[in-house]
């Protein structure tokens, strides 16, 4: 076997016949599986014991050698070797082929590569391979021409006429024999000839065939590979059999497929030795053909072979494909052991890094490490009466149990997973009952709540493990959201009305206006009563005396003394900021002490504030009647003028709607002046606890207008609130509404999904990689506008971003932050105070770093709040990021009214067709040179000229799309002249890179920013960069590369710099943007890209190109079972040696010594992995 952790990179190619008879154990030639009587595999069958290995451990087939010491014996009766039974699942066997057939991968495939080397179209291909046709192979002196196809009846005529002068035949063999003349040094020369004078298709025509060409010339792979001689079988145990009850077998499709192969093979052995008539052995070759195609992709070709009830059989292709495949269902994601699930229920008196596991599931998940512990403290003599004794459940094992578990983190995960907070470590504390108990603030991370939802439970095994899941995934060290950096445990619910309740103010309280000289004090007389919890005191806090409440007070006795004392209420808003500002001045375990504190006091207070709702409490205002009877007549007046002829239903209608519209806000208005402040309803809304004003309007103002099933406002207003009760029509009305939220929550669900999956997939392999690339580049940034509102403020921008040059200040031209620094909260607002707009700033964008980005380029890791570390996934984090408020977005389309009607697409299926560089729905035309604008209207046609220096340019502008320039205005090229979204690949080819990247930026933001999520730019820009890694080679000069071919950008700055300093001519290039989807299948990982989609169309081309997968990215790790080349797995962490002091300097003296002499050394051992690592965290290691 292959030692996985071993090797660096992993290549694919074509098997030659030899290849596959030297992996094979032996020649599989009869269709049998089992014997029906004995059950044990027929010899020379698809089972065989003597190919493949003994069904049972050290067991040889007739039963003469039995057990371990006759291991590795073949047995001379039945020839069977003794060894294990697990063989049967490693060992290939073959099948020899009497006639060639072709490889339908290959001959089938868009585009067909069989087709393009030969030069054949792929339908005269399938007549031949399918013994339709002839095809000429040598044409001797006749005037017929090389692979030319001949009918039946056209070859006996050609026959009789030039007897055996000219040679042809049908069916693989004539193909291959055709494949095997090729001389690719010679074709290649040809068609790079043909490339320099042909134009038009023939030139496109020949570029791919010399892809193809030049695929088999540098690989080492030979054309004629692609038709098989011998066929390899998969081993047994891969493609098992198994007995059912009632003494039925059950079957893998695959042993079908290759039982019609065998049949129909062996039958044409026999009709070849029996000479039959040429005519039934082309049918029984062409079946073999079919059976053969079947076997690798049923259903490629035809008909599929269909099992009992009419089911197309798994072939071996389908065993890769798809999310039940090979790749998706094993490879990538496996079940794995010590793992357990449960129901959860809320722990309120956790801590912030515990959570309950139920003790029985504790039991069986810690089982070996109870029995190890209750051998080595005596409780049992040896491993096998630990086991009777943890299965019995004897009360010594509970007390072990408490001890295995003091110091191990268990981690705990809710579907779906959407990003990294959906898995977090905790320390167990066991608890009874059978459901695992979950602190409440970490609920948002996970987005569980307790209504039923489940939860699973991992073990982290080794010592390794157990310190990334303490240090590292804790839920106490995950604080922050890696998407925006804001607190993401902040309170919630009952606990911000409990710290809202004891934080509020009364006028006229008991006790008001009295002194107290401490906290002490003040709270010995809100316990005698003497004071109300919400009276307005004087007490001495710090030295001064404070105007405050006891309930403030009591609030301040959990707030760090750092932060001052808060004196104002407390609501979600300023409860996120307060446990923000801890964690950035104070760390973890304060900030995780602070938020327990909180919880505390914030469930104690609610109970205590006895908050409930009753109808009482929801109070219609007074003043509804009057203000639905004055709409009421003014919708009168409209109507009439309607009914006269004065007004156009459209008016009418954005009338109507107008009217109704002022009356439900006036009717809020009116609500909130009548609301007691000590409402509980207007409690919870406005402290963020649950609700908002818009549910309170519904409740006891008016609903307002609804929307009908395709988002059009209807006319007619729901009148009455919750309160009063709907009409029957009211209520039919409202179903609409609700109807469509749900069918649109269920598809943007599985929409969000897919998108996350494939914003993973592009950005996997983006990984920090080293401290600083050097680039002398970067992207100037300011603020984000739509129309006047500023969707993204210029601070949130730059705040953890390097700078490029030195930010000097516009007034004075003093240094505000110097070049190569971190812009800090405090950095930022002094560019803001100075009135600075616009600030260069490094970007991953610009980034340098070759597979990844450098830690000065992607700046402040949002989790930490610190500079991103070498190692970091950033790539996986960025999707995450992006993709997990995704089912937040709306799908909606907007309705512009108008004459054309245009949708202007928004939500998800804007941020899908940004990321997919897809041409937009109501696109707008952008103008192409600079100029001065002229629009004209001529017999109908609206055009806009634009006339530059030197061209004029003319656009046709389309009826119903709204121009957004003036006559005489000055225009610029790639401004946009209609109202629309703009295509990324004009914009790119009018522009250039910079302007796409910035234009595609500032509109996933906006969608994203219009539904309230906030998402750090560094996310999108990791996407961005992704889809514009690769050029477009135009002129190949004299380089090895093709023109039309895609190549990442590094690669062809390499390459130009390898011909230029040989003296030769470079290859020219456009920047190209391709859409996620795209931009992952054109990775170099064959791996990732087949694991991604379309598997069977990447590894054919992967394996004609000979392709190395150089296993950079984290799916190719993943899959073949290596650590993943980030974090702790990459390298640079991988080797370092612990030491003591004295071992070091003698390391260090020896690496002297070597250096001088010129030898290079690469490891030099780190004392306690201090300088390799650039701060791995050391100091959170307790």
């Given at each position: 076997?292959?030692?996985?952790s071993n090797f660096e990179q992993m290549r694919i190619g074509l098997a030659s016949p030899e290849q596959i008879r030297a992996w094979s154990s032996g020649e599989v030639k009869k269709p049998e599986t089992i014997n029906y009587r004995t059950l044990k595999p027929e010899r020379d069958g698809l089972f065989c014991e003597r190919i493949f290995g003994p069904t049972k451990d050290w067991e040889c087939h007739c039963g003469k050698y039995k057990r371990v010491r006759y291991k590795g014996i073949i047995c001379d009766r039945c020839g069977v070797e003794v060894t294990r039974a697990k063989v049967r699942r490693e060992r290939l066997g073959h099948i020899e082929l009497a006639a060639p057939v072709s490889h339908i991968w290959y001959f089938k495939g868009i585009p067909s590569r069989m087709g393009l080397l030969l030069d054949m179209s792929?339908?005269?291909?399938?007549?031949?391979?399918?013994?339709?046709?002839?095809?000429?192979?040598?044409?001797?002196?006749?005037?017929?021409?090389?692979?030319?196809?001949?009918?039946?009846?056209?070859?006996?005529?050609?026959?009789?006429?030039?007897?055996?002068?000219?040679?042809?035949?049908?069916?693989?063999?004539?193909?291959?024999?055709?494949?095997?003349?090729?001389?690719?040094?010679?074709?290649?020369?040809?068609?790079?000839?043909?490339?320099?004078?042909?134009?038009?298709?023939?030139?496109?025509?020949?570029?791919?065939?010399?892809?193809?060409?030049?695929?088999?010339?540098?690989?080492?792979?030979?054309?004629?590979?692609?038709?098989?001689?011998?066929?390899?079988?998969?081993?047994?145990?891969?493609?098992?059999?198994?007995?059912?009850?009632?003494?039925?077998?059950?079957?893998?499709?695959?042993?079908?497929?290759?039982?019609?192969?065998?049949?129909?093979?062996?039958?044409?052995?026999?009709?070849?030795?029996?000479?039959?008539?040429?005519?039934?052995?082309?049918?029984?070759?062409?079946?073999?053909?079919?059976?053969?195609?079947?076997?690798?992709?049923?259903?490629?070709?035809?008909?599929?072979?269909?099992?009992?009830?009419?089911?197309?059989?798994?072939?071996?292709?389908?065993?890769?494909?798809?999310?039940?495949?090979?790749?998706?269902?094993?490879?990538?994601?496996?079940?794995?052991?010590?793992?357990?699930?449960?129901?959860?229920?809320?722990?309120?008196?956790?801590?912030?890094?515990?959570?309950?596991?139920?003790?029985?599931?504790?039991?069986?998940?810690?089982?070996?490490?109870?029995?190890?512990?209750?051998?080595?403290?005596?409780?049992?003599?040896?491993?096998?009466?630990?086991?009777?004794?943890?299965?019995?459940?004897?009360?010594?094992?509970?007390?072990?149990?408490?001890?295995?578990?003091?110091?191990?983190?268990?981690?705990?995960?809710?579907?779906?997973?959407?990003?990294?907070?959906?898995?977090?470590?905790?320390?167990?504390?066991?608890?009874?009952?059978?459901?695992?108990?979950?602190?409440?603030?970490?609920?948002?991370?996970?987005?569980?709540?307790?209504?039923?939802?489940?939860?699973?439970?991992?073990?982290?095994?080794?010592?390794?493990?157990?310190?990334?899941?303490?240090?590292?995934?804790?839920?106490?060290?995950?604080?922050?959201?890696?998407?925006?950096?804001?607190?993401?445990?902040?309170?919630?619910?009952?606990?911000?009305?409990?710290?809202?309740?004891?934080?509020?103010?009364?006028?006229?309280?008991?006790?008001?206006?009295?002194?107290?000289?401490?906290?002490?004090?003040?709270?010995?007389?809100?316990?005698?009563?003497?004071?109300?919890?919400?009276?307005?005191?004087?007490?001495?806090?710090?030295?001064?005396?404070?105007?405050?409440?006891?309930?403030?007070?009591?609030?301040?006795?959990?707030?760090?003394?750092?932060?001052?004392?808060?004196?104002?209420?407390?609501?979600?808003?300023?409860?996120?900021?307060?446990?923000?500002?801890?964690?950035?001045?104070?760390?973890?375990?304060?900030?995780?002490?602070?938020?327990?504190?909180?919880?505390?006091?914030?469930?104690?207070?609610?109970?205590?504030?006895?908050?409930?709702?009753?109808?009482?409490?929801?109070?219609?205002?007074?003043?509804?009647?009057?203000?639905?009877?004055?709409?009421?007549?003014?919708?009168?007046?409209?109507?009439?003028?309607?009914?006269?002829?004065?007004?156009?239903?459209?008016?009418?209608?954005?009338?109507?709607?107008?009217?109704?519209?002022?009356?439900?806000?006036?009717?809020?208005?009116?609500?909130?002046?009548?609301?007691?402040?000590?409402?509980?309803?207007?409690?919870?809304?406005?402290?963020?606890?649950?609700?908002?004003?818009?549910?309170?309007?519904?409740?006891?103002?008016?609903?307002?207008?609804?929307?009908?099933?395709?988002?059009?406002?209807?006319?007619?207003?729901?009148?009455?609130?919750?309160?009063?009760?709907?009409?029957?029509?009211?209520?039919?009305?409202?179903?609409?509404?609700?109807?469509?939220?749900?069918?649109?929550?269920?598809?943007?669900?599985?929409?969000?999904?897919?998108?996350?999956?494939?914003?993973?997939?592009?950005?996997?392999?983006?990984?920090?990689?080293?401290?600083?690339?050097?680039?002398?580049?970067?992207?100037?940034?300011?603020?984000?506008?739509?129309?006047?509102?500023?969707?993204?403020?210029?601070?949130?921008?730059?705040?953890?971003?390097?700078?490029?040059?030195?930010?000097?200040?516009?007034?004075?031209?003093?240094?505000?932050?110097?070049?190569?620094?971190?812009?800090?909260?405090?950095?930022?607002?002094?560019?803001?105070?100075?009135?600075?707009?616009?600030?260069?700033?490094?970007?991953?964008?610009?980034?340098?770093?070759?597979?990844?980005?450098?830690?000065?380029?992607?700046?402040?890791?949002?989790?930490?709040?610190?500079?991103?570390?070498?190692?970091?996934?950033?790539?996986?984090?960025?999707?995450?990021?992006?993709?997990?408020?995704?089912?937040?977005?709306?799908?909606?389309?907007?309705?512009?009214?108008?004459?054309?009607?245009?949708?202007?697409?928004?939500?998800?299926?804007?941020?899908?067709?940004?990321?997919?560089?897809?041409?937009?729905?109501?696109?707008?035309?952008?103008?192409?040179?600079?100029?001065?604008?002229?629009?004209?209207?001529?017999?109908?046609?609206?055009?806009?000229?634009?006339?530059?220096?030197?061209?004029?340019?003319?656009?046709?502008?389309?009826?119903?799309?709204?121009?957004?320039?003036?006559?005489?205005?000055?225009?610029?090229?790639?401004?946009?002249?209609?109202?629309?979204?703009?295509?990324?690949?004009?914009?790119?080819?009018?522009?250039?890179?910079?302007?796409?990247?910035?234009?595609?930026?500032?509109?996933?933001?906006?969608?994203?920013?219009?539904?309230?999520?906030?998402?750090?730019?560094?996310?999108?820009?990791?996407?961005?960069?992704?889809?514009?890694?690769?050029?477009?080679?135009?002129?190949?000069?004299?380089?090895?590369?093709?023109?039309?071919?895609?190549?990442?950008?590094?690669?062809?700055?390499?390459?130009?710099?390898?011909?230029?300093?040989?003296?030769?001519?470079?290859?020219s290039a456009k920047p190209v943007i391709l859409g996620i989807t795209k931009a992952s299948l054109a990775t170099d990982s064959f791996l990732s890209a087949a694991s991604f989609q379309e598997t069977t169309r990447v590894l054919t081309e992967a394996s004609i190109k000979g392709k190395i997968d150089p296993l950079l990215g984290l799916k190719e790790n993943v899959i073949i079972g290596k650590l993943i080349p980030a974090g702790t797995g990459m390298s640079r962490y991988r080797n370092i040696k612990v030491m003591s002091e004295q071992e070091v300097n003698a390391a260090q003296t020896a690496g002297e010594a070597q250096t001088e002499q010129g030898g290079a050394h690469e490891e030099v051992p780190v004392a306690a992995a201090e300088e390799d690592t650039e701060k791995l965290e050391v100091q959170n290691i307790k």
């Open positions: 076997m292959l030692d996985v792929p339908r005269s291909l399938e007549k031949v391979l399918y013994f339709v046709s002839y095809v000429v192979i040598d044409p001797g002196d006749t005037p017929l021409t090389k692979k030319q196809l001949l009918t039946e009846s056209e070859y006996r005529e050609n026959k009789e006429k030039y007897g055996n002068r000219f040679r042809a035949g049908m069916g693989a063999e004539a193909i291959k024999e055709l494949l095997e003349e090729i001389d690719l040094d010679k074709l290649s020369q040809e068609l790079r000839n043909e490339l320099n004078e042909a134009t038009g298709q023939r030139k496109v025509r020949a570029i791919r065939r010399l892809e193809v060409v030049e695929a088999f010339r540098k690989s080492g792979n030979r054309p004629e590979w692609m038709i098989l001689e011998v066929i390899p079988v998969i081993p047994p145990e891969l493609r098992p059999m198994v007995q059912l009850d009632g003494g039925r077998f059950a079957t893998s499709d695959l042993n079908d497929l290759y039982r019609r192969v065998i049949n129909r093979n062996n039958r044409l052995k026999r009709l070849l030795d029996l000479g039959a008539p040429d005519i039934i052995v082309r049918n029984e070759k062409r079946m073999l053909q079919e059976a053969v195609d079947a076997l690798i992709d049923n259903g490629r070709r035809g008909r599929p072979v269909t099992g009992p009830g009419n089911r197309p059989l798994k072939s071996l292709s389908d065993m890769l494909k798809g999310k039940q495949g090979r790749f998706r269902q094993n490879l990538l994601g496996k079940r794995v052991d010590y793992s357990g699930r449960s129901v959860i229920v809320v722990g309120p008196e956790l801590k912030l890094h515990q959570c309950g596991l139920p003790k029985e599931m504790a039991l069986e998940l810690f089982k070996p490490f109870v029995m190890k512990r209750l051998v080595s403290q005596g409780y049992a003599h040896n491993i096998k009466s630990a086991k009777r004794m943890v299965e019995r459940v004897r009360n010594e094992v509970w007390d072990v149990l408490e001890d295995v578990i003091k110091e191990h983190p268990v981690l705990l995960n809710r579907a779906p997973t959407l990003h990294r907070l959906g898995i977090q470590a905790f320390e167990p504390v066991l608890v009874e009952g059978r459901a695992i108990q979950i602190h409440p603030l970490v609920c948002t991370g996970y987005n569980a709540d307790f209504d039923g939802d489940q939860m699973a439970v991992h073990v982290p095994l080794s010592a390794e493990a157990q310190a990334e899941a303490r240090i590292l995934m804790l839920s106490s060290h995950n604080i922050l959201n890696p998407k925006d950096g804001r607190p993401v445990v902040a309170p919630t619910q009952d606990m911000v009305l409990g710290c809202y309740y004891l934080t509020i103010d009364e006028e006229g309280a008991k006790g008001e206006g009295k002194y107290f000289r401490d906290f002490n004090e003040a709270y010995y007389a809100y316990e005698s009563g003497v004071i109300d919890l919400h009276a307005h005191i004087k007490v001495r806090v710090n030295g001064k005396l404070v105007d405050t409440t006891v309930g403030r007070l009591i609030f301040n006795q959990v707030i760090p003394p750092e932060l001052g004392f808060i004196n104002e209420v407390v609501g979600k808003k300023i409860l996120a900021e307060i446990v923000g500002k801890c964690y950035r001045r104070l760390g973890y375990e304060r900030t995780a002490a602070l938020l327990d504190g909180i919880k505390k006091l914030g469930f104690s207070y609610a109970t205590k504030a006895g908050i409930t709702v009753g109808i009482t409490d929801v109070a219609v205002p007074p003043e509804k009647p009057d203000i639905l009877a004055r709409a009421d007549a003014e919708v009168d007046k409209v109507e009439q003028q309607y009914r006269r002829g004065l007004i156009t239903e459209d008016e009418r209608y954005d009338k109507i709607t107008g009217i109704w519209q002022r009356a439900t806000e006036e009717v809020t208005e009116s609500l909130l002046k009548h609301l007691d402040r000590l409402n509980p309803i207007y409690m919870m809304a406005n402290s963020g606890a649950r609700g908002n004003i818009q549910q309170i309007r519904q409740l006891a103002g008016m609903r307002g207008l609804m929307a009908d099933p395709s988002g059009q406002i209807i006319d007619v207003p729901i009148k009455a609130n919750f309160r009063e009760g709907l009409t029957v029509l009211e209520y039919f009305t409202s179903t609409h509404g609700a109807r469509k939220g749900l069918a649109d929550t269920a598809l943007r669900t599985a929409d969000s999904g897919y998108l996350t999956r494939r914003l993973v997939d592009v950005a996997q392999d983006v990984i920090v990689r080293e401290a600083d690339c050097g680039t002398s580049e970067g992207i100037f940034v300011e603020e984000i506008k739509d129309g006047d509102d500023v969707i993204e403020k210029l601070s949130e921008r730059i705040i953890g971003r390097y700078t490029l040059l030195p930010v000097l200040h516009p007034e004075t031209g003093e240094e505000i932050v110097p070049a190569d620094t971190e812009i800090t909260e405090e950095y930022a607002e002094k560019i803001i105070e100075a009135g600075i707009k616009k600030v260069l700033i490094r970007s991953v964008l610009t980034c340098k770093t070759r597979y990844g980005t450098c830690q000065k380029c992607y700046g402040r890791n949002l989790a930490t709040g610190f500079t991103v570390e070498i190692g970091e996934a950033v790539g996986i984090m960025a999707a995450q990021s992006i993709g997990e408020p995704g089912t937040q977005l709306t799908m909606r389309t907007f309705h512009t009214g108008g004459v054309a009607g245009e949708d202007i697409t928004q939500g998800l299926p804007r941020v899908e067709e940004l990321f997919e560089a897809r041409k937009p729905k109501g696109q707008a035309i952008i103008a192409e040179n600079d100029g001065i604008v002229t629009i004209q209207e001529s017999k109908g046609k609206r055009e806009i000229e634009i006339a530059g220096y030197d061209e004029k340019r003319t656009y046709q502008i389309p009826f119903g799309s709204r121009i957004k320039v003036e006559n005489g205005q000055y225009v610029e090229a790639g401004e946009e002249l209609t109202e629309g979204s703009v295509n990324p690949h004009d914009l790119l080819q009018v522009k250039g890179i910079t302007a796409v990247q910035d234009y595609l930026l500032r509109e996933v933001q906006r969608v994203y920013r219009m539904q309230g999520v906030d998402i750090n730019d560094k996310h999108i820009e990791v996407m961005i960069r992704q889809m514009l890694r690769k050029v477009k080679v135009e002129e190949s000069g004299d380089t090895d590369l093709l023109p039309g071919g895609l190549i990442e950008v590094f690669d062809f700055e390499e390459e130009n710099a390898r011909v230029l300093a040989e003296g030769g001519e470079p290859a």
